[in-house]
Each structure stands twice: as structure tokens, then as C-alpha cells.
């Protein structure tokens, strides 16, 4: 079963010929959870794996696409 993507991101660009029309919700609301975490000034690379953070951004745009949906 795949995850709920969310949709497109921006939905009025046009379609590719793969049928892929760019950047998922899900993919939106991650990068902006990972630009948040980053921004943070007591966010410590060197205490981080990159793995991890990743990780947690994807949980955060999930948990982002299910309030959507309420």
C-alpha cells in the first residue's frame, strides 16, 4: 500500500509525458518541515543523523496531510 501523497503541490502545471505533474503535497510539506528544522538555531549537526531528520519530516508532512483531512 502506498502512502497518501497529498496530491500535487501545484496542480495547475501541466502534466509531463509521464504523467507526472511535479511535486507531491506530501514532498512540499516535507521540505518545509526540513527548512524549519534547519532554520532552528539550536538544530546541532553534529547531533543529527541526516537519515533521522529526514525521517522526521516525512512524519511531520504526514501528520500534516491527515489534519488535511479532518
Same mark, same amino acid.
Given at each position: 500500500?502506498? $502512502?497518501d501523497n497529498g496530491g500535487p503541490a501545484f496542480p495547475f502545471a501541466p502534466m509531463t509525458e509521464t504523467g507526472n505533474a511535479g511535486m507531491s503535497m506530501r514532498d512540499y510539506f516535507a521540505a518545509a518541515a526540513l527548512m524549519g528544522i534547519h532554520a532552528n538555531? /539550536?538544530?546541532e549537526t553534529d547531533?543529527?543523523?541526516n537519515g533521522d531528520t529526514v525521517c522526521d519530516c516525512y512524519a511531520i508532512a504526514d501528520a500534516m496531510l491527515e489534519e488535511? $483531512? /479532518?
Open positions: 500500500m502506498s $502512502k538555531p /539550536k538544530w547531533n543529527h543523523d488535511r $483531512k /479532518k
